[in-house]
């Protein structure tokens, strides 16, 4: 629910609760220091003080960011101005990076993503053509899954010795970005008809505008599949979008912008080291081992673990927006905005992972019926983004909680956030407003919690010890204190705009 109407946030860009984010952070965090019986799950940190190194996610990529900067540069210096030889360098450069990835198991990803390219040039125009791409895509994801990655000893005993050489990552962990990428080739070639616009244009203009029918060909299809910035995490680009760039480089990139963002991506970098430093809440989530916390000490435990979860994602969509920048090519900003600095559910989930979200648009949700179906299309596409993200009940309930949380929102911003409703309330309006986005904020960190932190049964504990006398006192209290911080967020939005306009 909103005060300020959504749609005039045109002008905002940046988020001002980055300072807040840190000191409410450090403030909700100081209750969780100092529990040593989980330190076996550490590594050194700083001064000899146990940093917390346990998400599985995330530690990869801080254990190896020397070799993916050493990779990078590499990769920058092989960037060539013809479209020909530049199409041409980065699918070599994007093979070798593959194949050093995930070894002979880049053998499967080439036979899967090549078995998709021929079905599509077949098919063609044919209306079969979009549900082959979709049934195939999540077919692969679930067949990946079970058969986890197909080991080269179930095809062949010959073949056992190939299972030797697959690399540092398990190849179909990182194929659901593989499938985004198909959906994307298909559909764009199917929409296609052979219009096209020379020169620079707008990141939507390079997306809904068709290529030439000779650029939907089998080397392109590879370069974009393969393409190394951005193959193992995003952001997302549409096929379209990236030939367009790779022919016409976007005038927006500059050195100038290269190095700010570095330097940004290096700023959240050191954010994220002082907070392993301090806070270890991954391992305490792990372990379950908030038996015994008291309501404030469970309730830092799960919003710092979703702080961390924003923080280790922005670091890792920024770091390889940046290798795309760095060799020419524009992505959107995954993190359009501070976690803490949302109320509204609808637009959390338009800046958490942007690119995903634009994907999810243009290819499911406008399919679909897009806003004329809103209420029924949220459920098939939330159910599509956990399965996307991964095969697991906690997931799927995460998936139909959004929906059931957001549909409340859309239905009071609907009939409560009107012109005639302001006249009635008065001064008051602005208050329920800030009432129903507590509820809102509530709302959202309950399905995080349960879909990417401690899930159902984690959940049900943390509840069932919150709702207890002590713990709905605190709850009060905090809740004053998000009331406060919806109403900065009211005004945080508000202060561009002169005249607000009406939902």
């Given amino acids: 629910m909103s ?19 840190v000191v409410s952070a450090l403030v909700a965090g100081l209750s969780v220091l100092g529990w040593c019986y989980i330190a076996y799950e550490f590594s050194q940190g700083f001064y000899a003080h146990s940093r917390d190194n346990s998400d599985s996610q995330y530690a990869p990529f801080r254990n190896n960011i020397p070799l993916l900067l050493a990779v990078m540069i590499v990769h920058v210096c092989f960037r060539v101005s013809d479209f020909t030889r530049r199409v041409w360098t980065s699918l070599v450069l994007s093979l070798v990076f593959v194949f050093a990835l995930f070894g002979f198991s880049g053998l499967k990803i080439l036979l899967l993503i090549s078995i998709n390219y021929f079905v599509t040039k077949a098919l063609g125009k044919s209306p079969i053509l979009p549900y082959f791409v979709w049934i195939y895509g999540i077919g692969l994801l679930f067949l990946n899954d079970y058969y986890k990655g197909y080991p080269f000893y179930s095809i062949s005993s010959h073949l056992a010795w190939m299972d030797n050489y697959n690399g540092f990552f398990r190849w179909h962990i990182l194929f659901n970005f593989s499938m985004l990428r198909m959906v994307s080739f298909t559909m ?17 203009e390079r997306i809904e505008t068709s290529l030439r029918t000779q650029d939907y060909n089998y080397r392109n299809y590879l370069a974009y599949m393969l393409y190394a910035p951005l193959y193992m995490a995003g952001p997302i680009i549409t096929f379209n979008n990236l030939m367009h760039q790779m022919r016409h480089p976007p005038s927006t990139i500059t050195k100038s912008a290269i190095a700010k963002y570095a330097f940004r991506w290096i700023v959240v970098v050191v954010t994220m080291e002082i907070m392993l430093q301090l806070f270890w809440v991954v391992a305490i989530k792990d372990t379950k081992a908030w038996k015994g916390f008291s309501p404030m000490e469970i309730y830092s435990v799960g919003y710092i673990n979703l702080k961390l979860i924003w923080l280790k994602l922005t670091i890792m969509w920024r770091f390889f927006r940046m290798w795309a920048m760095a060799d020419g090519i524009e992505t959107v900003e995954n993190m359009n905005r501070c976690m803490s600095n949302n109320y509204s559910g609808i637009e959390f989930w338009k800046d958490w992972h942007r690119s995903y979200n634009r994907w999810l648009v243009r290819y499911l949700y406008v399919p679909l019926g897009g806003a004329k179906y809103y209420a029924l299309n949220i459920f098939p596409v939330f159910t599509f983004v956990a399965l996307w993200h991964d095969i697991e009940l906690r997931l799927l309930a995460w998936g139909w909680l959004i929906p059931l949380f957001i549909l409340p929102e859309l239905l009071v911003t609907k009939f409560f956030c009107t012109k005639s409703m302001r006249h009635f309330f008065g001064d008051w309006h602005i208050h329920l407003c800030a009432f129903g986005a507590v509820l809102n904020i509530f709302m959202m960190m309950t399905a995080n919690l349960v879909g990417f932190a401690v899930g159902l049964d984690g959940m049900q504990e943390m509840l069932q010890q919150l709702l207890q006398k002590d713990g709905l006192l605190f709850l009060l209290q905090i809740s004053i204190g998000l009331f406060g911080g919806a109403h900065a967020m009211f005004w945080e939005r508000a202060k561009n705009f002169t005249k607000p306009k009406e939902h």
């Fill in 188 to 204: 764009d070639y199917y929409w296609h008809n052979n219009q096209t616009r020379k020169g620079d244009m707008t990141e939507r």
């Fill in 3 to 21: 005060y300020v109407p959504l749609q005039q946030e045109k002008g905002f860009r940046r988020s001002l609760g980055f300072t807040g984010y």
